[in-house]
């Protein structure tokens, strides 16, 4: 398979590090021109020259949709997640995590969609997550609005049937970013050498794993990267997993 993005302009929401970095790097590859996001200039130039893209200053959160005139990809990407005990989630931060999680992509999707449509073509994703239909006891809050996404996604793939722009949402896993070393060492002891800490770690906290490895970055980026590709057109309204068959079902 070719996967060729060129002439095709995207835009991945929190891009400067980890997933938003890998995909960012994907769709360079295959030819699109990128728009590296985050609020930190120095770290969007930075991570915008390392991927050979364009560096898109803005704090999606509080909205950013005159950050770019027009993109054929959107990948919504950013996210937050922290872990709170559930009955100590205040109003507040129900709020919070929707704005943040939910309501700045739907907002993206609000600035651009009509354009793709016009254009006839264009591409919308949204990166999910296993929270989004295991729902974490630890992390309520997260698992809502990720659920949320995946209902978005699929209402928005509806307004946009018939006009050769696809929606959809990527379930990704426990994945392999920055921080993640530490958190895992912190579980299984700091002795082991990486490789045999991440084993133990899937063994013993993450069972469910059928890889029983964390995910690369760029595993989830091949997945949005063929999504964003005209190869995908007939995959719309869809949750794909790459979740290292984490989720204990056949359908998302
Ligand atoms: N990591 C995992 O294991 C995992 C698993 C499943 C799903 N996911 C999902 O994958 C996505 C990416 O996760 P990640 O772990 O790769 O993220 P991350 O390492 O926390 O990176 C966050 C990125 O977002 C940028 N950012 C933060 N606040 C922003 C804002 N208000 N506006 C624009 N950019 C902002 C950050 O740059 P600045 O600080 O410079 O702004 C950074 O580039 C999230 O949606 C997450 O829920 C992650």
């Given at each position: 398979?070719?996967?060729?993005?060129?002439?095709?302009?995207?835009?991945?929401?929190?891009?400067?590090?980890?997933?938003?970095?890998?995909?960012?790097?994907?769709?360079?590859?295959?030819?699109?021109?990128?728009?590296?996001?985050?609020?930190?200039?120095?770290?969007?130039?930075?991570?915008?020259?390392?991927?050979?893209?364009?560096?898109?200053?803005?704090?999606?959160?509080?909205?950013?949709?005159?950050?770019?005139?027009?993109?054929?990809?959107?990948?919504?990407?950013?996210?937050?997640?922290?872990?709170?005990?559930?009955?100590?989630?205040?109003?507040e931060?129900?709020?919070?995590?929707?704005?943040?999680?939910?309501?700045?992509?739907?907002?993206?999707?609000?600035?651009?969609?009509?354009?793709?449509?016009?254009?006839?073509?264009?591409?919308?994703?949204?990166?999910?997550?296993?929270?989004?239909?295991?729902?974490?006891?630890?992390?309520?809050?997260?698992?809502?609005?990720?659920?949320?996404?995946?209902?978005?996604?699929?209402?928005?793939?509806?307004?946009?049937?018939?006009?050769?722009?696809?929606v959809?949402?990527?379930?990704?896993g426990p994945t392999?970013?920055?921080?993640?070393?530490?958190?895992?060492?912190?579980?299984?002891?700091?002795?082991?050498?990486w490789?045999?800490?991440?084993?133990?770690?899937?063994?013993?906290?993450?069972?469910?794993?059928?890889?029983?490895?964390?995910?690369?970055?760029?595993?989830?980026?091949?997945?949005?990267?063929?999504?964003?590709?005209?190869?995908?057109?007939?995959?719309?309204?869809?949750?794909?997993?790459?979740?290292?068959?984490?989720?204990?079902?056949?359908?998302?």
């Amino acid at each position: 398979m070719n996967i060729d993005l060129t002439g095709r302009t995207a835009l991945v929401t929190g891009s400067t590090q980890g997933i938003g970095l890998a995909i960012a790097t994907g769709l360079a590859r295959a030819g699109a021109r990128v728009g590296v996001n985050g609020r930190n200039a120095e770290r969007v130039e930075k991570a915008a020259a390392e991927v050979g893209g364009f560096p898109v200053v803005a704090d999606v959160v509080a909205g950013a949709d005159e950050a770019l005139p027009d993109v054929d990809i959107l990948i919504n990407n950013f996210g937050i997640f922290e872990s709170r005990p559930a009955l100590e989630i205040t109003d507040e931060e129900w709020r919070r995590y929707f704005d943040a999680n939910v309501l700045s992509a739907v907002r993206l999707t609000r600035a651009y969609l009509p354009g793709m449509m016009t254009r006839g073509w264009g591409r919308v994703q949204y990166i999910a997550s296993d929270s989004a239909v295991t729902t974490p006891s630890e992390m309520i809050h997260y698992g809502m609005s990720k659920t949320a996404l995946l209902a978005v996604s699929r209402g928005f793939a509806k307004e946009a049937a018939g006009t050769g722009v696809t929606v959809n949402s990527v379930i990704a896993g426990p994945t392999h970013t920055g921080g993640v070393e530490e958190f895992v060492h912190s579980l299984v002891g700091r002795d082991l050498p990486w490789e045999e800490a991440q084993r133990e770690f899937m063994r013993l906290h993450r069972p469910h794993s059928l890889i029983q490895r964390l995910i690369e970055p760029e595993e989830i980026a091949n997945m949005v990267t063929y999504l964003a590709s005209p190869l995908a057109s007939a995959t719309t309204g869809g949750a794909l997993r790459v979740d290292g068959g984490y989720v204990d079902a056949i359908l998302p």
